[in-house]
């Protein structure tokens, strides 16, 4: 059996694998509230009901690290996540473009649109983070990862 997702959106097959990075949340004004390194994994599972698994590890300098592992499941033509920090669903635009559309849990009255768009190696991705309460954007998350 191989994962639904090779025929309804083939282009996010090509995120599969290890991606280092580093994540960078900036206010408004483009100042620097938050940098970490990151360690992102994706895999997409060919059975099961989970056709999408992600595991992520975080290290801030000092020594504090996060991790923490989803999975996603096909609701019609978009990956649906329920976790305990976010809820929500992503899609891909074409090839190289993904959108998700996240409520936050963690982080009271929150919401953010995340774009991922893939580099044209397949090797080099940038993503954004653009975060909202009460309908006003006030932070944005940066992140530039490499396929190893």
Known sequence: MSNPLANIMPGILKHEGVW???????DL??????RHASRVECEFPSE???????HNQFTWEGGRE?????DGVLEGNRIFWDTPTFRGYGW??????FILELDRKDVEDARFTEII???ESGRQRARTWHWFK???????????????
């Not at 280092?20 to 900036?26: D, H, K, P, S, T």
């Open 20 to 26: 280092l990075g580093e994540y960078q949340v900036i």
């Open 29 to 34: 004004y483009g100042k620097v509230i938050d």
């Open 48 to 54: 099961g009901e989970v056709v999408y698994r992600q």
């Open 66 to 70: 996060v991790r923490v592992s989803f």
């Open 92 to 97: 891909s635009v074409n090839e190289s473009v």
């Open 117 to 119: 768009a893939l580099g």
């Open 134 to 148: 009460d309908g006003k954007c006030y932070q944005r998350t940066l992140c530039n990862e490499t396929l190893r």
